[in-house]
């Protein structure tokens, strides 16, 4: 674990560093390319092998075969029914494919790929001896990122851009990431070190600061946004990391039936929360229409010019006009929906209308 100990301020956790004194100057920060985040939140993984990209795209939602070298991309693990169960951000440098993976969901991700080898040349690697770190592209430029080709290992996030085979279902006039600028760079070790112990005051951003400005572009994240049960169309997630016309994958089944012929069962909501009480809900509360429990938070932040915010998953039948409520702990919260997936998503196949049988038409 890296110790954040000489740090001024720093407040870390076994995730790692989770800011150091105003995280909402580490959001203006972050956003306008002037400091790094280290991401103790984040693991590495590796495929290599002449089969790799055939075989990752054989298992996951992504097209990813030809996938050019540079290219960053992600990709979903789906279970049998279409849920969630892993995810990755994706790039390849031409001889590995590298796989940025929240820690929770690392060690279960490479014990299914272990699994799934089977006679194929591929070999999986956990490479904990890497660390990640995150900013903008720009601010990246300071980083020697890892490059064993001499393909820096710089994954761009391409959210919430529609990507080849990918289909949005939020339709605002304006994304609210449409200007997202994120990145996220493999590194060793003592490069992470040498940021650390080089950086000049307000250099350096936390954790709490990446997860504002994450909530605030809508964007799905599996460790904090994802349960048991969630579908990539809930998420808004078909975006980036589904492609709708590739090749049989698990789950695939599901997921073109839900999009083409039905809607997914909840919708995510990004919520501007009653900040009037320095309340923050937790990821479980639960989410009112009145008296009716409609859903849950599955992410909520301090952000630097909205305040308090969060995303929820719903029911899809939950109106999308109403005044909502949070129960927290510290008591109920007033919040005020906005609609990220549509409750009609879904359902996009036209399906011809065909004539009553035994009708007739008049000859005159």
């Not at 001024?8 to 989770?18: F, H, M």
């Not at 949005?168 to 060793?188: F, I, K, M, N, S």
Request: aromatic share 4%; proline share 7%; glycine share 8%.
């Amino acid at each position: 674990m890296t110790d954040y100990t000489a740090v001024a301020g720093a407040v870390s956790d076994t995730s790692g560093l989770r800011h150091l004194g105003n995280p909402f100057a580490e959001q203006r920060a972050l956003a306008s390319g002037s400091a790094l985040a280290p991401l103790g939140d984040r693991r590495v993984l590796t495929v290599s092998g002449e089969d790799r990209l055939s075989w990752l795209d054989s298992l996951s939602s992504q097209a990813l075969t030809h996938l050019p070298p540079a290219t960053p991309t992600e990709l979903l693990i789906l279970d049998p029914q279409g849920r969630v169960e892993h995810a990755a951000a994706v790039l390849d440098d031409g001889a590995t494919t590298w796989l940025l993976v929240d820690a929770p969901d690392a060690e279960p991700l490479l014990a299914w790929l272990q699994r799934m080898r089977f006679r194929l040349r591929v070999v999986v690697a956990d490479r904990s001896d890497l660390a990640v770190v995150g900013g903008t592209a720009a601010a990246l430029e300071r980083v020697s990122a890892v490059a064993e080709t001499g393909v820096p290992v710089i994954w761009r996030d391409p959210w919430p851009q529609v990507a080849p085979g990918g289909h949005a279902y939020a339709q605002p006039l304006e994304h609210p990431g449409a200007d997202r600028d994120w990145a996220e760079a493999v590194v060793e070790q003592a490069e992470l070190e040498r940021l650390i112990q080089s950086s000049a005051p307000g250099a350096l951003a936390g954790l709490d600061a990446v997860e504002a400005l994450r909530i605030a572009a809508w964007r799905p994240r599996i460790a904090a946004d994802a349960d048991e049960r969630v579908l990539p169309h809930e998420l808004d997630w078909l975006r980036t990391a589904v492609h709708l016309s590739k090749g049989c994958y698990r789950g695939q089944e599901t997921v073109a039936k839900v999009h083409n012929l039905g809607h997914p069962p909840r919708r995510v909501v990004a919520l501007q929360l009653d900040g009037s009480d320095s309340i923050l809900p937790e990821r479980g509360d639960a989410v009112r229409a009145g008296d009716t429990v409609i859903g849950a938070i599955t992410s909520a932040a301090w952000h630097y010019e909205e305040g308090p915010i969060a995303l929820a998953l719903v029911k899809r039948t939950a109106p999308v006009d109403a005044d909502l409520v949070v129960d927290t702990a510290q008591g109920p919260v007033s919040a005020a929906q906005q609609v990220v997936v549509p409750a009609d998503a879904g359902a996009t196949a036209s399906v011809p209308r065909l004539p009553r049988l035994g009708r007739r038409t008049s000859a005159g």
